[in-house]
């Protein structure tokens, strides 16, 4: 005989844990079961073709799963399988319109979150490689945030209206912005790029190697503590392009 199938909505979702409480109905009484939703649970269910892939669990989704007994007598939820979450497709079509929440920053295990003001929903926040996080200190001041990804709820993630970079990158957008030729002292030469320091921001970045570049290194333009002279081509909060000049 098939094991039964109850229904319930995550009320709480602890994020060093991954352990959730789902509350449901049962006998005209809500109840309150925990799980755990972690990695190790969730491949276990793709195994049994539960699942076809592992599931973010926020507050406010509806899941069916199973009550099963620990061997200590205590009642648990098992083979948690997300259903739907009104409350995240609200705020979908919210930021379909206009694309701008309101939230406080959560760090957990290193990790920044933002648990948006309204739905109580919690999105990763998505920094770039030059980005300064949120400090610590600041996560009972609102933010103002946009959402990415939403054409993909299981990807869906947050990021800040208002960039805080590392003063190097800083002045590397007034070097990009001159368009004027950039001082770099070589630090390493490999098969993957020439890798430099670049001046007055000392970020660094990485000329790819072509025939011109070849043909410096051979005649030794281009040696490891050289300094040569390089143009930003293009600059992301992840990336930065260089030209040899």
Do not use: C
């Not at 929903?121 to 609102?142: H, V």
């Amino acid at each position: 005989m098939s094991e039964k199938i109850f229904r319930g909505k995550i009320s709480f979702i602890n994020n060093k844990t991954n352990k959730v409480s789902i509350e449901y109905i049962t006998g005209n009484k809500i109840k309150s079961i925990q799980a755990i939703v972690d990695d190790v649970h969730q491949e276990r269910w793709m195994e049994q073709k539960l699942i076809k892939k592992p599931h973010r669990f926020l507050i406010g989704d509806n899941v069916k799963f199973i009550i099963k007994k620990s061997s200590v007598g205590v009642f648990f939820a098992d083979q948690v399988v997300f259903e739907f979450n009104n409350a995240l497709e609200v705020v979908i079509q919210k930021a379909r319109v206009e694309n701008k929440f309101s939230g406080y920053v959560k760090v957990v295990d290193d990790k920044h979150f933002i648990k948006e003001i309204d739905s109580y929903l919690f999105f990763p926040l998505q920094l770039s490689r030059f980005e300064i996080p949120p400090p610590a200190t600041e996560t009972g001041k609102p933010i103002i945030f946009k959402l990415l990804h939403i054409d993909k709820p299981e990807r869906i993630a947050a990021e800040l209206y208002n960039h805080k970079y590392l003063p190097g990158f800083t002045q590397l957008l007034k070097q990009y912005k001159s368009e004027m030729p950039v001082d770099a002292m070589v630090t390493k030469i490999s098969p993957y790029g020439v890798f430099v320091v670049l001046s007055e921001s000392q970020m660094e970045a990485k000329l790819s190697i072509d025939d011109a570049i070849t043909a410096k290194i051979n005649s030794g333009d281009i040696a490891p503590e050289k300094t040569i002279q390089v143009k930003i081509k293009h600059i992301t909060g992840d990336r930065i392009v260089i030209e040899n000049v």
